[in-house]
């Protein structure tokens, strides 16, 4: 399976096809994203999250899953957009990140997990500029899709954008 990893600072065509391979793809309100599979670990119903005292709106909480405490992020928050009620679309991703000193699993609360693409590197373009106030740096690139775009995220990049201490438990 070819790794999506795209260091920064390559020229474009090689950094695309560094960026191809395959993605989990679901949906937050009408946006489209994608996440390179190979950090999924699994997919699971929304199940209740025990909320934790003092953490980011973002942070909905842990759950237990087989013994193991796992924090919760809400994407739609961690993205600025309102809040959502839970319907029976809604998932909690679990996916497996790295930080400069350890591996950490986080559950991404998504409003509905839509596919696996392979995305190859002519679909691919980087993300636009939009301008120096918007932080882009979380997006891997934009995926052509049919019609659609989907935004390919750099996963590690929207857990960990805060501190460790606020994401891990």
Do not use: W
């Amino acid at each position: 399976m070819t790794s999506s990893i795209c260091p920064a600072g390559e020229e474009t065509k090689t950094r695309r096809s560094s960026c191809e391979g395959k993605y989990l793809t679901f949906a937050i309100g009408n946006e489209e994203f994608g996440v390179e599979i190979l950090k999924v670990r699994e997919i699971i119903g929304y199940v209740p999250v025990t909320p934790v005292p003092k953490s980011p709106a973002y942070l909905k909480g842990v759950i237990n899953l087989r013994g193991q405490v796992i924090p919760v992020i809400d994407l739609r928050l961690k993205f600025g957009l309102a809040e959502k009620e839970i319907t029976d679309q809604t998932c909690i991703v679990i996916i497996e990140t790295r930080t400069q000193t350890q591996t950490v699993l986080t559950g991404l609360i998504v409003d509905r997990v839509s596919e696996v693409l392979n995305i190859d590197a002519e679909q691919i373009e980087p993300a636009p500029s939009l301008g120096t106030s918007v932080d882009t740096s979380f997006i891997l690139g934009m995926a052509k899709a049919g019609n659609q775009v989907k935004i390919l995220l750099e996963i590690d990049a929207v857990v960990h954008q805060e501190t460790e201490e606020e994401i891990t438990c």
